[in-house]
C-alpha cells in the first residue's frame, strides 16, 4: 500500500461518499432533525458498515459479502420502512421548540446506520467488485489494511460531516427564522426518501 494506492483510494472513496443515496439522505436528514452533534452516531454506523465490507474484500470473502447482502432483503426493507416511519412521524408533529433539539437514541441510530449501509448493493458491488480491479488486496499487509481502512473511514466520516454540517446550519438558520415546522417537514421528507431509496433497491435488483 504505497501513496499512489492510498491517494487513489481515497479518491474513489470520495466518489463514493458524495453520490447522494439512503446514507446520505439519512445523515442530511438526521442533522436537519437532529443537529450535527445527533448524528455522529449515525455516520458512526455507516462507516461501520463500509469498514465491515473492506474487511470481506481483503479477506476474499466477496461470495460471502455478496450472499451476506441478499440475506438482508428483509432488513433493508425493514430500514426503509423504519425510516420512512420516522419521516411521516416528523411530518406529522408540531414544531417543536428551538432549545428542545431531539436526542435520539444513540444505539439505535447507529444500528440504522450499520444496516443501511450493509444493505446498500451499490457498497457492496464497490467493495467486491471495483476495488479489487484498481488494488491488489490479496498482497496488502496488516499494516497496509490498517492504512486502508484507516482512509476509508477518514475519507468517508469528513464527507458525511460536511454534509451533517451544512444541514445543521441551515436548520439553525431556518430556526432563527421561526421556520421550525419547514425544517421538520424537510428532515421528514429526506427521511422517507431514504426510505424509499431502500426499498426501490430491493425491488429493481
Not at 69 to 93: H, N, S, V
Not at 121 to 126: A, G, R, T
Given at each position: 500500500?504505497?501513496?499512489?494506492?492510498?491517494?487513489?483510494?481515497?479518491?474513489?472513496?470520495?466518489?463514493?461518499?458524495?453520490?447522494?443515496?439512503?446514507?446520505?439522505?439519512?445523515?442530511?436528514?438526521?442533522?436537519?432533525?437532529?443537529?450535527?452533534?445527533?448524528?455522529?452516531?449515525?455516520?458512526a454506523?455507516?462507516?461501520?458498515?463500509?469498514?465491515?465490507?473492506?474487511?470481506?474484500?481483503?479477506?476474499?470473502?466477496?461470495?460471502?459479502?455478496?450472499?451476506?447482502?441478499e440475506?438482508?432483503?428483509?432488513?433493508?426493507?425493514?430500514?426503509?420502512?423504519?425510516?420512512?416511519?420516522?419521516?411521516?412521524?416528523?411530518?406529522?408533529?408540531?414544531?417543536?421548540?428551538?432549545?428542545?433539539?431531539?436526542t435520539?437514541?444513540?444505539?439505535?441510530?447507529?444500528?440504522?446506520?450499520?444496516?443501511?449501509?450493509?444493505a446498500?448493493?451499490?457498497?457492496?458491488l464497490?467493495?467486491?467488485?471495483?476495488?479489487?480491479?484498481?488494488?491488489?488486496?490479496?498482497?496488502?499487509?496488516?499494516?497496509?489494511?490498517?492504512?486502508?481502512a484507516?482512509?476509508?473511514?477518514?475519507?468517508?466520516?469528513?464527507?458525511?460531516?460536511?454534509?451533517?454540517?451544512?444541514?445543521?446550519?441551515a436548520?439553525q438558520?431556518?430556526?432563527?427564522?421561526h421556520?421550525?415546522?419547514?425544517?421538520?417537514?424537510?428532515?421528514?421528507?429526506?427521511?422517507?426518501?431514504?426510505?424509499?431509496?431502500?426499498?426501490?433497491?430491493?425491488?429493481?435488483?
Amino acid at each position: 500500500m504505497d501513496i499512489c494506492s492510498l491517494a487513489g483510494l481515497a479518491a474513489a472513496m470520495v466518489v463514493l461518499a458524495l453520490t447522494p443515496g439512503p446514507g446520505v439522505f439519512a445523515t442530511v436528514a438526521s442533522a436537519l432533525s437532529s443537529g450535527f452533534r445527533g448524528t455522529l452516531s449515525l455516520i458512526a454506523g455507516l462507516v461501520t458498515g463500509d469498514i465491515c465490507y473492506l474487511l470481506f474484500a481483503v479477506f476474499g470473502l466477496s461470495m460471502v459479502a455478496e450472499a451476506f447482502g441478499e440475506c438482508f432483503i428483509f432488513i433493508k426493507l425493514g430500514a426503509g420502512a423504519y425510516l420512512a416511519y420516522l419521516g411521516i412521524k416528523l411530518m406529522a408533529a408540531g414544531p417543536a421548540r428551538a432549545e428542545s433539539e431531539p436526542t435520539p437514541s444513540t444505539g439505535r441510530s447507529y444500528a440504522s446506520g450499520l444496516f443501511i449501509t450493509l444493505a446498500n448493493p451499490k457498497v457492496i458491488l464497490f467493495y467486491c467488485g471495483f476495488l479489487p480491479a484498481f488494488m491488489d488486496l490479496g498482497a496488502l499487509t496488516p499494516t497496509g489494511i490498517g492504512l486502508a481502512a484507516l482512509t476509508v473511514a477518514t475519507v468517508i466520516t469528513s464527507v458525511l460531516c460536511g454534509y451533517a454540517l451544512l444541514a445543521s446550519r441551515a436548520r439553525q438558520a431556518m430556526t432563527r427564522r421561526h421556520a421550525v415546522g419547514a425544517v421538520q417537514k424537510t428532515a421528514g421528507g429526506l427521511m422517507i426518501a431514504a426510505g424509499l431509496k431502500l426499498a426501490t433497491d430491493v425491488i429493481t435488483e
